[in-house]
């Protein structure tokens, strides 16, 4: 099986879908669309919690009971300004509305009922810079650990063109607490200009999973085990959007022993 997983648009804008079903795991779930003002996508009630990223564009949200007007702020992923979000709890059936071109990611994994629908404003996400030199990028903590939720991790990443990130490679497949945990992970890539492409690959110690895949704009890879570094080709831009689940809503990793040199130099 393949783990890129490249745009298949359809008539209602939806053009990415990851189920546990297609993904051949247990608990991350994505879905990707491309809503033009004026149309609407309605999400059925599910045993799913749900995190909605508003990647660029504006909407009204109904989760529930409750009513979200005009979420959002920024207008394309590559603006230096974190997202807007909803965290719905499981159970709840949710209508989106696009109040301007709205490019929409759904984020799921198993819910039990433990936190409240909300609306997660860009002045609650941390942001921060990580690495040095061609290994800096930027990155924005949608949902991270210390945040509620029942199984959902969502952080989002910005690296300019020439760096890398992800890097030196690390893993978290391991279900080890608390040395490792065990995480499956989707990367939803952007890129600008959007002609570009950036290079992910995903190699286990023992090389049994070893892919390499040039990744275009709107691909989405998927990370079932093993490293899983990201390289941004001269002259464009990279973002990715990440979503994380497993048994434990832990992100504790593993770095490859043989490239963990350079985080003591």
Not at 66 to 90: L, S, T
Not at 240 to 263: C, D, Q, S
Request: overall charge negative.
């Amino acid at each position: 099986m393949s783990l890129l997983r490249r745009p298949e648009p359809n008539a209602e804008g939806h053009y990415q879908h990851i189920s546990p079903e297609n993904a051949h795991w247990r608990y991350v779930g994505f879905d990707a669309y491309d809503l033009k003002a004026g149309q609407s996508v309605a999400l059925p009630a599910s045993d799913d919690e749900l995190c909605l990223v508003l990647l660029a564009g504006l909407a009204d949200i109904q989760a529930g009971q409750q009513q979200f007007k005009a979420v959002g702020e920024r207008m394309q992923v590559f603006e230096d300004k974190a997202p807007h979000a909803i965290y719905v709890k499981n159970g709840e059936a949710v209508q989106v509305n696009a109040n301007t071109d709205l490019e929409l990611a759904v984020c799921r994994a198993p819910g039990y009922g433990n936190h409240e629908t909300r609306w997660i404003k860009p002045e609650h996400m941390s942001r921060e810079q990580r690495g040095q030199g061609t290994n800096t990028r930027y990155v924005c903590n949608i949902l991270p650990q210390d945040e509620p939720a029942d199984s959902l991790l969502v952080v989002e990443v910005k690296t300019p063109a020439g760096h890398w990130s992800s890097y030196p490679p690390h893993k978290h497949d391991a279900d080890n607490l608390p040395h490792e945990s065990y995480l499956e992970e989707t990367y939803y890539h952007r890129l600008n200009p959007s002609q570009g492409f950036c290079f992910q690959r995903v190699f286990t110690d023992n090389l049994e999973l070893d892919e390499t895949m040039a990744v275009e704009d709107r691909c989405v890879v998927l990370v079932p085990r093993g490293y899983h570094p990201v390289a941004a080709a001269h002259g464009y831009d990279s973002y990715y959007l990440n979503v994380m689940a497993g048994p434990t809503r832990r992100w504790i990793f593993k770095n490859h022993p043989a490239h963990e040199w350079m985080l003591r130099s």
